[in-house]
């Protein structure tokens, strides 16, 4: 794989940043080039957050172009909708299949996630959805983030190893929450394990 374009869309308080740092650090621990930006926008309030990563020697702007991603990872299914323009043809999504609801009055009615979701399995060829409620029973809620880091590295969907992936996290997440976080690692890499990339 000589470039890769990572896109990481969610909202406010989900780790977006966290993640696009954790695959960052395990790429250049390995010896790649890597690129990141945040747009976080109104993150403190729940808003919109997208993080770019982009690995490889000929990538020269952090932020990835239209039409340029290979990869989405999204917390949801309405983010994951807002970042369509940013894949390429044949790219990849894993994506949580849960709605988060905005936290202010929608005016077309209530927003639960099941057109996204329909968008994107008619759009998508290579989409990976998470059962939220699944691995939420296997994990804490607070390393979904890290649980999609690893559904990516079990998939091939990264240039990483999960001894890579989990170096990563050793570094990056302080010592109180390290074992949830590497439990869900864990799980993420195997929750697709029936599944061929």
Same mark, same amino acid.
């Given at each position: 794989?000589? =470039?890769?374009?990572? !896109?990481?869309?969610?909202?406010?308080?989900?780790?977006?940043?966290?993640?696009?740092?954790?695959?960052? =650090?395990?790429?250049?621990?390995?010896?790649?080039?890597? %690129?990141?930006?945040?747009?976080?926008?109104?993150?403190?309030?729940?808003?919109?957050?997208?993080?770019?990563?982009?690995?490889?020697?000929?990538?020269? +702007?952090?932020?990835?172009?239209?039409?340029?991603?290979?990869?989405?990872?999204?917390?949801?299914?309405?983010?994951?909708? %807002?970042? @369509?323009?940013?894949?390429?043809? =044949?790219?990849?999504?894993?994506?949580?299949?849960?709605?988060?609801?905005?936290? !202010?009055?929608?005016?077309?009615?209530?927003?639960?996630?099941?057109?996204? #979701?329909?968008?994107?399995?008619?759009?998508?060829? %290579?989409?990976?959805?998470?059962?939220?409620?699944? #691995?939420? %029973?296997?994990? +804490?809620?607070?390393?979904?983030?890290?649980? *999609?880091?690893?559904?990516?590295?079990?998939?091939? *969907?990264?240039?990483? +190893?999960?001894?890579?992936?989990?170096?990563?996290?050793?570094?990056?997440?302080?010592?109180? @929450? #390290?074992?949830?976080?590497? =439990?869900?690692?864990?799980?993420?890499?195997?929750?697709?394990?029936?599944?061929?990339?």
């Amino acid at each position: 794989m000589n =470039n890769l374009s990572v !896109v990481i869309a969610g909202v406010g308080g989900q780790g977006t940043v966290l993640l696009s740092r954790l695959i960052g =650090n395990a790429a250049l621990t390995s010896g790649q080039d890597v %690129r990141g930006a945040e747009t976080i926008g109104m993150a403190q309030r729940g808003g919109s957050v997208v993080s770019h990563v982009r690995i490889g020697a000929d990538t020269h +702007s952090p932020l990835t172009p239209s039409h340029k991603a290979d990869l989405l990872l999204a917390f949801e299914p309405g983010e994951a909708v %807002r970042a @369509f323009h940013l894949l390429a043809d =044949n790219a990849a999504v894993v994506a949580l299949d849960r709605a988060v609801k905005p936290s !202010v009055p929608q005016p077309f009615g209530e927003y639960d996630g099941a057109s996204a #979701l329909a968008f994107l399995k008619e759009n998508v060829s %290579r989409l990976y959805i998470i059962e939220q409620e699944k #691995l939420f %029973r296997q994990i +804490s809620p607070k390393a979904a983030n890290v649980a *999609l880091f690893g559904a990516a590295v079990g998939l091939g *969907l990264l240039p990483l +190893s999960i001894e890579q992936a989990k170096l990563a996290v050793r570094e990056r997440v302080p010592e109180k @929450f #390290l074992s949830i976080n590497l =439990n869900a690692l864990d799980v993420g890499a195997n929750y697709f394990a029936e599944v061929t990339p």
